[in-house]
T-cell receptor, first 114, second 113 residues
Framework: AQSVTQPDIHITVSEGASLELRCNYS??????LFWYVQSPGQGLQLLLK??????LVQGIKGFEAEFKRSQSSFNLRKPSVHWSDAAEYFC????????????FGKGTRLHILP | EPEVTQTPSHQVTQMGQEVILRCVPI?????FYWYRQILGQKVEFLVS??????SEKSEIFDDQFSVERPDGSNFTLKIRSTKLEDSAMYFC???WGVGETQYFGPGTRLLVL
């Protein structure tokens, strides 16, 4: 069965510092991969997605993610975080050509120190 | 930019009561979904809907749940007789095709007392 693992429940970084949020997936082939962000009291906003092609994908708000097939990973990065990036981040997968449901990780809550 | 909208943003109900959660998907999308997130847990798939019928549903989506597209714009989730454990944030999503990006609404926070 497909699964998504986000090993870090909470991460705290200082404003201006770089960020990397980890995500590993379990799936027989290469799934479609997503990162969503949920700000307090808000819905799920799509940050970026990977379907195929270039393994480094750019998203909104200065985020990027790199798909590494050998590691079954899709880590999210940002070179310099802003206080407004404090939120919960969800990695998710969707099986191409299979069922149409997104499988989410448990999320990583990002805290920003001033 | 078009977006998915949901009403109400918050709903408080008594156990055993019926609730209807409403969603307006993005206008040219054809596939519609409901997910839920119990506090502190991961977002879980409930049901997908296409061409006026359920495409797939999870084990959570039992006989107490139903979905409907009553007109050309709304997509609703009904819980017939709410239980305490139905308390959660319910997200609607839509996409234009299978395997395509699903766009989520802001959610309805349901509290069952």
């Amino acid at each position: 069965a497909q699964s998504v693992t986000q090993p870090d429940i909470h991460i705290t970084v200082s404003e201006g510092a770089s960020l990397e949020l980890r995500c590993n997936y379990s799936y027989g082939a290469t799934p479609y991969l997503f990162w969503y962000v949920q700000s307090p009291g808000q819905g799920l906003q799509l940050l970026l997605k990977y379907f195929s092609g270039d393994t480094l994908v750019q998203g909104i708000k200065g985020f990027e993610a790199e798909f590494k097939r050998s590691q079954s990973s899709f880590n999210l990065r940002k070179p310099s975080v802003h206080w407004s990036d404090a939120a919960e981040y969800f990695c998710a997968v969707l099986s191409p050509g299979g069922d149409d449901k997104i499988i989410f990780g448990k999320g990583t809550r990002l805290h920003i120190l001033p | 930019e078009p977006e998915v909208t949901q009403t109400p943003s918050h709903q408080v109900t008594q156990m055993g009561q019926e609730v209807i959660l409403r969603c307006v998907p993005i206008s040219n999308h054809l596939y519609f979904y409901w997910y839920r997130q119990i506090l502190g847990q991961k977002v879980e798939f409930l049901v997908s809907f296409y061409n006026n019928e359920i495409s797939e549903k999870s084990e959570i989506f039992d006989d107490q749940f139903s979905v409907e597209r009553p007109d050309g714009s709304n997509f609703t989730l009904k819980i017939r007789s709410t239980k305490l454990e139905d308390s959660a944030m319910y997200f609607c999503a839509s996409s234009w095709g299978v395997g395509e990006t699903q766009y989520f609404g802001p959610g309805t926070r349901l509290l069952v007392l």
